[in-house]
């Protein structure tokens, strides 16, 4: 599956080539030459740039493209809409997120409901599960090495990076990854139009560590 986001906004950006117009064949008369490419005035020298894409990582969970249409039933002891409520989002990075959407959980623990932020200025995919050392193995599942990665205070394991390569972009990508008494959350993070640092990524963290 593609791990990749544009990072101008969190719309999926289609890409459409240019094309040169012309006729294909002449009247008879010799053909006018083509523009040089090199001409300084040329439209299309600009145009055909295409916007940067951020890779994820594997640790990270991929962004949703679309709202899911089923959610998952109520009952799980460990719900990931519970801990990564609207109202925290908010708070913390100043955004408003669209309706929380609990799902299955990806990692196969019917103990534990992911949640899904899709629309509005966020979103946000939290995967959850009441098995971390099965699900999130602490050598799979970290940030460790990566430029920027931090460790999370407070947790039995925590990473968290706002990942490389997102300078001068409106839209801010971040992952986190917590574990707490077995309990742990995957979390990719992106915030639009409210650039955010480090510190709001810590704090966002801490304040997901007390409701675990």
């Known amino acids: 599956m593609k791990r990749t986001l544009a990072t101008v906004g969190t719309a999926l950006l289609l890409a459409f080539p240019l094309a040169g117009c012309g006729d294909d064949e002449s009247d008879g008369g010799t053909p006018e030459a083509a523009p040089s490419a090199e001409a300084p005035d040329s439209p299309t020298a600009s145009a055909t740039t295409e916007p940067e894409e951020l890779k994820l990582p594997e640790q990270a969970p ?97 990473s968290a990076i706002i990942f490389p390569g997102q300078e001068g972009s409106d839209t801010i990508v971040s992952g986190l990854i917590l574990v707490k008494d077995q309990r742990a959350l995957n979390l990719s993070i992106s915030v639009t139009g409210h650039p955010y640092d480090d510190d709001t990524l810590l704090e966002f963290a801490a304040r997901l560590l007390e409701a675990m």
């Open 62 to 158: 991929e962004l949703p493209t679309a709202a899911p249409t089923a959610l998952a039933p109520s009952g799980a002891t460990f719900d990931a809409c519970t801990v990564v409520s609207p109202g925290l989002v908010t708070e913390v990075f100043g955004a408003m997120p669209g309706q929380a959407l609990p799902q299955m959980s990806s990692l196969g623990d019917p103990q534990s409901v992911d949640c899904y932020y899709f629309g509005g200025e966020v979103l946000i995919v939290a995967q959850a599960t009441t098995r971390a050392d099965q699900d999130l193995p602490e050598s799979s599942y970290t940030y460790e090495g990566i430029p920027g990665a931090l460790t999370v205070p407070d947790a039995d394991r925590g």
